[in-house]
């Protein structure tokens, strides 16, 4: 059974919260591009920003250089090599961190308003 229940909306602006799950969207018919999804809560919304899943270092400087590496080293994670970085691990790393975003209202091409996150860091 399903009741009909009010669309929540987010403000938006800054927000602090808590990262709740990552999920891995691997690629399929519907998805040509492998993302981890780093899912929040926000005042009862849940929110998702998509990171593509490639962990890419510059070879001289050992630096970051994908977005999925930089989120993760923004979190304090020493980039291994010869680690697997899979849903499990990336949720162990990252479950539970305080996060601060940025969301700014979209409207989809159906009319719909949506909360749309243009920035994430640790809080």
């Known amino acids: 059974?399903?009741?009909?229940?009010v669309a929540k909306k987010v403000a938006e602006g800054v927000h602090k919260?808590?990262?709740?799950?990552?999920?891995?969207?691997p690629?399929?018919?519907?998805?040509?591009y492998h993302y981890?999804?780093?899912?929040?809560?926000?005042?009862?919304?849940d929110l998702k920003h998509g990171?593509?899943?490639?962990?890419?270092?510059?070879?001289?400087?050992?630096e970051p250089v994908s977005k999925l590496a930089k989120f993760l080293t923004d979190f304090g994670e020493k980039i291994d090599k010869e680690k697997d970085y899979t849903e499990e691990v990336i949720n162990k790393l990252l479950v539970g961190k305080e996060v601060q975003i940025m969301t700014e209202n979209k409207q989809s091409d159906s009319g719909a308003t949506f909360a749309n996150i243009v920035s994430f860091k640790p809080a």
Request: no cysteine.
């Open 1 to 5: 059974m399903v009741k009909p229940e």
């Open 51 to 62: 990171l593509p899943a490639n962990i890419t270092m510059d070879p001289t400087t050992d």
């Open 36 to 45: 981890f999804d780093v899912w929040v809560n926000v005042d009862g919304v």
């Open 27 to 32: 690629i399929t018919e519907k998805n040509k």
């Open 17 to 25: 919260t808590k990262i709740t799950k990552i999920e891995e969207r």
